[in-house]
């Protein structure tokens, strides 16, 4: 099975920071990948799909970039509403499967 | 636009099984696509579970594959989970999912299930 590696788990950042969160895989993968944002009490949200595209709707300041083994998802200029907790995800193909990564909570420092 | 809505008992007694429906409005199942379950116990990660297309054809998490009955109701627009032989390591929020087999794009709002006696 594939194993995902996200870090770092917690960052504590200001508002107009830059920010990258970064995901490893155990072994190459293709661009399956997948960035989410999760605010409490909420269901997650997709932010970026195929390793670097923007979902409709989300601000240009998340961008995501990477293949191979290595992706990150970079916000350019932290505002007040992108504290939240951060996961990535890979999707193989053969075998079928799913893996998260353990996320990053980005709080406000 | 596609609307996704989970129900279900909140609360479940150990080893019996867990039972959630997933309801889809705005887009039918039959015309394609994944549907997928996600779990996230309090406080932690995200979990996939198992996914399932329009046919009835399923992939499941290793991990749970031997307690887990995915199915699709395709009549009445909507899919089902079964969770069999839990424990208080399945509670949980459960959400439902389409699956793009890439990722997850739509997901409903999650409904929190409570293994307990």
């Known amino acids: 099975d594939i194993q995902m590696t996200q870090s770092p788990s917690s960052l504590s950042a200001s508002v107009g920071d830059r920010v990258t969160i970064t995901c490893r895989a155990s072994?190459?993968?293709?661009?399956?990948l997948g960035w989410y944002q999760q605010k409490p009490g909420k269901a997650p949200k997709r932010l970026i799909y195929a390793a670097s595209s923007l979902q409709s709707g989300v601000p240009s300041r998340f961008s995501g970039s990477g293949s191979g083994t290595e992706f990150t998802l970079t916000i350019s200029s932290l505002q007040p509403e992108d504290f939240a907790t951060y996961y990535c995800l890979q999707h193989n193909s053969y075998p079928p499967m799913y893996t998260f990564g353990q996320g990053t909570k980005l709080e406000i420092k | 636009q596609v609307q996704l809505q989970e129900s279900g008992p909140g609360l479940v007694k150990p080893s019996e099984t867990l039972s959630l429906t997933c309801a889809v409005s705005g887009y039918s199942i039959s015309s394609g696509y994944y549907w997928g379950w996600i779990r996230q116990p309090p406080g932690k990660g995200l979990e996939w579970i198992g996914s399932?297309?329009?046919?009835?054809?399923?992939y499941y998490n290793p991990s749970l594959k031997s307690r887990v009955t995915i199915s699709v109701d395709t009549s009445k627009n909507q899919f089902s989970l079964k969770l069999s032989s839990v424990t208080a390591a399945d509670t949980a929020v459960y959400y439902c999912?389409?699956?793009?087999?890439?990722?997850?794009?739509?997901w409903g709002q999650g409904t929190l299930v409570t293994v307990s006696s």
């Open positions: 072994q190459g993968i293709r661009n399956d």
């Open positions: 399932i297309y329009h046919s009835g054809s399923t």
């Open positions: 999912a389409r699956d793009l087999m890439e990722t997850f794009d739509y």
